[in-house]
């Protein structure tokens, strides 16, 4: 089992940046595939991007894709997601879960989750 804590989220201004940090305890962290997903008021969880297990391949929504990077330190147990040229439509809570096996765009196919961290974009 594996505990996430997200953090990172804040107040940015349109074309602004910010890192989102998951810090995962236990000693496998490198056996899990980690992904970020977001929740805007109103609308169901989405896929954001995800990082392989074992390996740094990765997966990103067309939405984010070429403005946000997934990363990930085995060293110090921990997922990142930098978000370059920050829109409105970004402003959602932003999640970060793990599961064992390989990439997946479904959030029900994750059995751990972070608590969340809010991601506001003013226009």
């Known amino acids: 089992q594996v505990q996430l804590v997200e953090s990172g989220g804040g107040l940015v201004q349109a074309g602004g940046s910010l890192r989102l940090s998951c810090a995962a305890s236990g000693r496998t962290f490198s056996s899990y595939t980690m992904g970020w997903f977001r929740q805007a008021p109103g609308k169901e969880r989405e896929f954001v991007a995800v990082?392989?297990?074992?390996?740094?391949?990765?997966e990103y929504a067309d939405s984010v894709k070429g403005r946000s990077t997934i990363s990930r330190d085995n060293a110090k147990n921990t997922v990142y997601l930098q978000m370059n040229s920050l829109k409105p439509e970004d402003t959602a809570v932003y999640y970060c879960?793990?599961?064992?096996?390989?990439?997946?765009?479904?959030?029900?196919?994750?059995?751990?989750w972070g608590q969340g961290t809010q991601v506001t974009v003013s226009s």
């Open positions: 879960a793990a599961r064992v096996y390989g990439g997946s765009r479904d959030a029900g196919d994750y059995p751990y």
């Open positions: 990082i392989i297990n074992w390996s740094s391949y990765t």
